[in-house]
Every structure is written in structure tokens, then in C-alpha cells.
């Protein structure tokens, strides 16, 4: 026996040790991670089980009332509520990096009028990567300065998609105004007045957020990988796009549309659950009660509904009508309550936004939640990578193509 062969055999038998040391028994299996704690954090607090929703330690209901989404942003970002100067100084950068490159502006000219936003926008966030001068430092300082581009620059990507797909001159950022005003200016050409005002700036601050969540997950496994901010964003972007998670926002008001009016919604929700359809906006993994967003999407909805249009209201009361019934089936008895996404729909109608744009308005909010996670991560980083187990066949025969 030569001394390789020698080798090869020891190996294998080391190996094959290995192996009934470490012979599989089936283990406990938890399908889509449920009931999985993956890390320690300081940034938010779902709490399931009361209905409470805490940013730094600040309850969702102190922030949503008194707080604008860049002083929220700054908050998540760096961890306390910003002094004056903080704030000056962060709302500063945040206006110097509002401006798209012209290929940033060329990539989403480029694209089909008919994409959902919410494509381009994945698109556009990737190829912000390309041109950051600072794509090789993945220090902390540095991350933090590509947090404040993406924050600043997602509205303007979505801004400049809508335009160019409505065939209407890109509007500039206005410096003189806050971030989420802003955006209503560039999407829409006009300043925004108060409803939208308060609205955008509302929406902005419920969406920063929440925790280990589906995209925020996601943005966490990309980057786990060492692979850059812009690469977890894009996964981000990626996660949220789909009906079970961000985009059931437009998913419910496309349903409150086809019900119709608020006299249909019984025998639609009968019919749906009937056919074992899932209601959008309807059911949370850990809110087994009323999501505190939800509450107060509903609350600002039914405070300020007697001076909205015909539509609106229409679609509010469909939207009240469809809560009553879904409480009373599945509320008490099997913890599905109304999310965040269930409102959305009547409020953006009346702020002029198109039901396309929800999903990708979210995703240019949760940003600064998908970074604050990243950057926290990245200061103890481990790859994810979990199990699955196997319970396919082994050591089968190949067997030629032309002999199966
Ligand atoms: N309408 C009807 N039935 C529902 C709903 C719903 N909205 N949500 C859950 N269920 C039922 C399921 O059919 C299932 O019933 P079964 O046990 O008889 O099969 C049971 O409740 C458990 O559902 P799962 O999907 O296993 O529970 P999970 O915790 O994974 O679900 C989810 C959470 C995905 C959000 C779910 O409630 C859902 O699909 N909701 C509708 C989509 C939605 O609104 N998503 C937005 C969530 S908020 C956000 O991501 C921003």
C-alpha cells in the first residue's frame, strides 16, 4: 500500500467516527423559524401578547404623537432622541444626499412604465452600491453614512419612478422642507397641506420598524455574510414585496375596492373564509391582538373621516364593517386582528397616493430599521446558517440519460 492510500484510509475512518458520533436523531423543527429567538436587541420591542410596540424603549403611541420621522429615524439609528443640534445636523445630511446620480435616474428610466415600484425600487437600491465611493470601508462611521444616503435618497428614487412612469417632469428636492414633506412634493409637484402633511409624516414613523420581522430577517442573513448595507437592504426591499408581509397593504385595499360598499362585507368575508382565503391586513406571527399601529391608523381614520371624499369614506366604512365581522369570526378565538397594513388603504387614497406605491413607501420608511439592525449586528457578527433535515433517499446509482 503506498503511503497516500495509507492516508485516505485513516481519513475515512476518522470521518466515519465523525459520523456515528454525530449520527442524526429528528430533531425539533420549527417551519419558518417560529417561536426562534436569533439575537439580543435594543432597538424595538413587540409586545404580542398586551398590543405594545416600543422604539428605544419609547411606546409607538408617544412617538406617533409627538415625534417626526427624522428625530424616530435618528432614535433607531443611534439610540437616543436627538438634541436640537443632533438633529439639525442629521436632517442636514439627510437633504445633502436627497439627489440621484444621473444613472441612478438613467437605470430607472430604463425600466418597463409597467414594473411595480417596488421592482424598480430593489433595482435602484442595488445599484446605489455601485457608485458609494466608500464601498470598501465596512467600518461602523462608514455604515452609518451609507444608512443616511439610503434613507435620504429611497423617497427620491420612488418619486422619480412614479414621475417617469406618468410621463411628468422629475421634481427636485426642496431643502426648506422635512423629509416625509418632501417626498410628497416630489411625488406630487405641490407641497403637501396639512392632511397629507400629517399623514406621510404618521405613516413614515409606524413603518421605521419592528423588530426581527420577515424583511428585517432577511437583511440580516445578507448581511451576515459580510456582504455590504446596500446588498441587506436590497434583500430587505426583496422580503417585504410579498402579500404575507409588506405588501398586503395593497393587497387590502385592493380587497376593500372589490367588496364595494360596506353592505356586501359580510357575505364576502362569509365567502372568503369559506374558500379558505386569508383576509389582507388581517393576522400577525407574534400580535395575537390589536397591532398599536393598526389602532392608530384606525383612530386617525375615524377621527377625521366626516371631512373626506365620497371614496373614502365609502372605503373606511367597508374597512369598519370588515373589522366587526373579522373580531367577532376570528379576533377572541384565534388571535387574527387587524395589522398595520389593514388601514393604510382609505388613508393613502385621501392623501392622493396610488395603491402601488404602499408597499414601496414602507420599504422607504423601514430603512432606517433594516440599518439599525445591520449596523447593531455587524458589532458581533455570525453567519446565519441553519439546518434543515433530510428526508430524501441516499447513495442512489447513477444511471445514464439514455437508461432512465
Ligand atoms: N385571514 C384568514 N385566516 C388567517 C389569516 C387571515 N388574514 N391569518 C391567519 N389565518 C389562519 C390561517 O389560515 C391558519 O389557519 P389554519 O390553522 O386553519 O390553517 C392560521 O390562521 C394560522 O396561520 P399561519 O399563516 O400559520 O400563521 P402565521 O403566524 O404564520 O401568519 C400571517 C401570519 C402570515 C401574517 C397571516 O396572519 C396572514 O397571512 N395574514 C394576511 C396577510 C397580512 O395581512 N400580512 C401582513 C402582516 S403585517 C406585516 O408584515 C407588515
Not at 439575537?39 to 404580542?48: A, Q, Y
Not at 435602484?124 to 455604515?143: C, F, H, W, Y
Not at 429611497?154 to 418619486?159: F, G, Q, V
Request: proline residues 4%; contains cysteine; negative net charge.
Amino acid at each position: 500500500m503506498s503511503s497516500d492510500s495509507h492516508k485516505t484510509l485513516k481519513l475515512e475512518e476518522v470521518i466515519s467516527e465523525n459520523h456515528n458520533v454525530m449520527a442524526e436523531e429528528k430533531p425539533v423543527i420549527n417551519v419558518g423559524l417560529q417561536g426562534i429567538y436569533i439575537d439580543e436587541s435594543s432597538i424595538c420591542k413587540v409586545d404580542g401578547v398586551l398590543g405594545k410596540l416600543y422604539y428605544r424603549g419609547y411606546s409607538i403611541e408617544e412617538l406617533a404623537n409627538n415625534s417626526s420621522y427624522e428625530e424616530v429615524a435618528y432614535l433607531l439609528l443611534y439610540g437616543s432622541l436627538p438634541k436640537k443640534e443632533e438633529l439639525e445636523n442629521f436632517e442636514s445630511q439627510l437633504k445633502a444626499n436627497r439627489t440621484l446620480s444621473e444613472s441612478t435616474i438613467g437605470i430607472i428610466k430604463s425600466m418597463s412604465k409597467k414594473a411595480h415600484p417596488t421592482d424598480v425600487l430593489r433595482t435602484a437600491v442595488s445599484s446605489l452600491a455601485a457608485e458609494d465611493l466608500e464601498m470598501s470601508d465596512n467600518s461602523e462611521d462608514a455604515n452609518f453614512r451609507k444608512a443616511v444616503r439610503l434613507i435620504a435618497k429611497m423617497p427620491t428614487i420612488l418619486a422619480v419612478i412614479d414621475r417617469t412612469r406618468n410621463d411628468l417632469e422629475i421634481v427636485p428636492p426642496d431643502a426648506s422642507l422635512g423629509h416625509t414633506d418632501n417626498f410628497m412634493y416630489m411625488l406630487t409637484g405641490n407641497k403637501p397641506n396639512e392632511l397629507q402633511s400629517k399623514l406621510i409624516n404618521l405613516m413614515f414613523i409606524l413603518h421605521a420598524e419592528h423588530s426581527s420581522n420577515a424583511s428585517t430577517f432577511s437583511a440580516l442573513v445578507t448581511g451576515s455574510t459580510l456582504a455590504d448595507l446596500y446588498a441587506a437592504v436590497t434583500s430587505g426591499v426583496a422580503t417585504l414585496k410579498g402579500p404575507l408581509h409588506g405588501g398586503a397593504d395593497e393587497a387590502a385595499l385592493k380587497m376593500l375596492k372589490a367588496i364595494g360598499s360596506p353592505a356586501n362585507t359580510e357575505t364576502y368575508i362569509n365567502d372568503a373564509l369559506a374558500g379558505k382565503q386569508r383576509i389582507m391586513g388581517f393576522g400577525h406571527r407574534v400580535y395575537k391582538t390589536y397591532d398599536p399601529r393598526a389602532k392608530l391608523l384606525r383612530g386617525y381614520l375615524e377621527e377625521s373621516v366626516n371631512s373626506a371624499p365620497p371614496d373614502v369614506k365609502n372605503l373606511t366604512q367597508i374597512a369598519l364593517a370588515a373589522e366587526e365581522i373579522m373580531i367577532d369570526r376570528l379576533g377572541q378565538s384565534h388571535g387574527i386582528w387587524p395589522n398595520i397594513d389593514f388601514f393604510a388603504g382609505p388613508l393613502y387614497v385621501w392623501a392622493g397616493v396610488s395603491a402601488d406605491l404602499f408597499t414601496p413607501i414602507f420599504a422607504a420608511s423601514r430603512v432606517v430599521g433594516w440599518c439599525a439592525h445591520m449596523i447593531d449586528y455587524w458589532r458581533d457578527n455570525k453567519l446565519f446558517r441553519p439546518l434543515e433535515y433530510y428526508t430524501g433517499q441516499l447513495d442512489l446509482k447513477y444511471v445514464p440519460i439514455e437508461k432512465r
